[in-house]
């Protein structure tokens, strides 16, 4: 009877052994694989909702600018150059919107000791600029309000996560091509969108002069009080300028960015005796769980307000 208790004993011993060796071995091998993950970096929630379409889980994802925050002007934190730093890739804008100003990006990118197309690259990339017309040799950098061109920054990304993680690149190009088909099938609906309004009514008038690729793709007219949000904001002269434009058109109503103080936009609804229709997206998505919080739902926000408030 001991002879056989021992056996059982020595038994369940080696049983449970193996139990934990398995289990042990599958811990291992999940943080391995988490492990493995690359990590990616953007400078804005509108690029880091681009990646997150194409990656999903299979990269550690970041955004430096935090929804809500104008990305032109921006102080980085401790914590952005400690993920930049550690960061595989970085996606940013290009086109002037990081770079441009205080020049942020460029120091951050510096003090991460990354370089740029080797670990940094410009989802922008292909893409067809705009110019400003205060200054005519610096490229306007709101080319993702065309829905062409976001479908351009969506390709971009896909190439270079696929060249950075070729282990998965056929599931990222899988998901691009769902994803670059819904954004397709919005852009085109778009295009005839604003048909149906008389042309003297489709005065898009915000704060910022985001707007100009948007307007170039959908058939409206952009008026804006400023031209990008590094330089002076709400002048007089700026004010006369938009308040001449309102008064040769039958336009209906104003908008105002989210991204912006509403104070010069008041100012304008006064002069005119207009209503802010509606806010509008550009440099920042919603926050999270809130109407806009993606790319594809900010730009359906946009297309469908700008739409109403104009007819």
Do not use: C
């Amino acid at each position: 009877m001991k002879r056989i208790l021992v056996t059982i004993v020595v038994v369940i011993v080696a049983v449970t052994g193996v139990i934990f060796f398995v289990n042990g071995r599958s811990g291992d091998s999940k943080q391995t694989t988490d492990a493995k993950k690359i990590s990616v970096v953007t400078t804005n929630s509108i690029l880091e909702d681009m990646v997150k379409n194409v990656a999903k889980d299979r990269v550690e994802l970041y955004s430096i600018v935090q929804r809500g925050v104008d990305p032109h002007e921006y102080e980085p934190k401790p914590e952005d150059i400690s993920k930049a730093t550690d960061a595989t890739v970085l996606f940013h804008n290009g086109l002037n919107l990081e770079t441009g100003g205080s020049g942020w990006f460029k120091k951050l990118v510096s003090t991460a000791h990354k370089e740029f197309d080797k670990d940094v690259f410009a989802a922008s990339e292909g893409v067809s600029p705009e110019h400003l017309t205060t200054n005519v040799e610096e490229e306007d950098p709101h080319a993702w309000l065309d829905l062409a061109n976001g479908i351009q920054y969506v390709k971009t990304i896909t190439k270079v996560l696929k060249e950075k993680d070729s282990k998965n690149a056929d599931y990222y190009q899988t998901n691009s091509d769902a994803y670059i088909e819904k954004l397709q099938k919005l852009h085109e609906e778009a295009q005839s969108k604003f048909l149906d309004i008389p042309e003297s009514q489709r005065l898009l008038v915000t704060s910022e002069g985001a707007f100009k690729y948007f307007s170039k793709a959908y058939h409206v007219t952009p008026a804006y009080i400023w031209e990008i949000n590094t330089e002076s904001q709400g002048t007089p002269e700026q004010m006369k300028a938009v308040l001449a434009k309102i008064e040769n058109s039958d336009v209906k109503h104003l908008f105002v960015e989210t991204s912006v103080s509403p104070k010069s936009m008041n100012k304008i609804a006064d002069e005119t005796g207009l209503e802010i229709y509606s806010k509008i997206f550009t440099d920042s998505l919603a926050k999270e769980g809130t109407e806009g919080d993606t790319y594809y739902t900010m730009m359906k926000w946009n297309l469908d307000k700008i739409h109403d408030g104009l007819a």
